[in-house]
């Protein structure tokens, strides 16, 4: 597994949550553990948006308000990326959905968004005057430590942690 920084490998499980066709962020986390929660979301631009709602939801509820403008980001940046690299046409099935995961552990909590690329997430070079490019330097910037792995034929996980604010 590849990491940002150095940290203990986190397993990603195989959750599916929800279709991502008309139901509302804060639907799903009663539907999920108290620890994890996930969304499925489509492949278009406004996902970016329900990620950030969702994201605020679960962080809420957590109680962990002063990591939302973050994680947001975060959220926002990798969902934004999956949906660019990671959701090319799977054959018969059109494009592949996107997943975004919160868990809430002991130290840290941890964003890990799947998608169907099978190539690894690449930080662009840096350049002040691009438009796009930022978005994996803004999550290295932010997290704890992030990393990518593969989960099978044709499923990336990019996951991106955070610690716990200090009591």
């Given amino acids: ?66 990591l939302i403008s973050d994680a947001v980001l975060i959220a926002s940046e ?27 552990q002991i130290s840290r909590v941890i964003c890990v968004i799947t998608d169907r690329a099978t190539e690894p997430p690449v930080m662009a070079p840096a350049d002040t005057d691009a438009e796009s490019g930022h978005g994996l330097r803004i999550v290295a910037a932010l997290a704890a430590a992030w990393g990518w792995t593969m989960l099978g034929t044709g499923e990336k996980a990019v996951w991106a942690a955070l610690h716990l604010p200090a009591h």
Avoid at 32 to 43: A, F, K
Avoid at 92 to 103: C, D, K, Q
């Fill in 78 to 104: 990798l969902v934004t990326n999956a949906i660019s690299h990671g959701t090319t046409a799977t054959g018969s099935e059109g494009p592949g959905l996107v997943e975004l995961t919160w868990s809430y």
């Fill in 1 to 66: 597994m590849y990491q940002g920084q150095q940290m203990a490998s986190t397993q990603v499980r195989d959750r599916r949550h929800g279709d991502g066709q008309g139901e509302a962020p804060t639907s799903m986390l009663a539907a999920t553990t108290d620890r994890q929660v996930g969304i499925t979301l489509p492949p278009v631009p406004e996902s970016a948006r329900v990620a950030r709602e969702f994201t605020t939801t679960a962080l809420r509820k957590w109680h962990l308000d002063p």
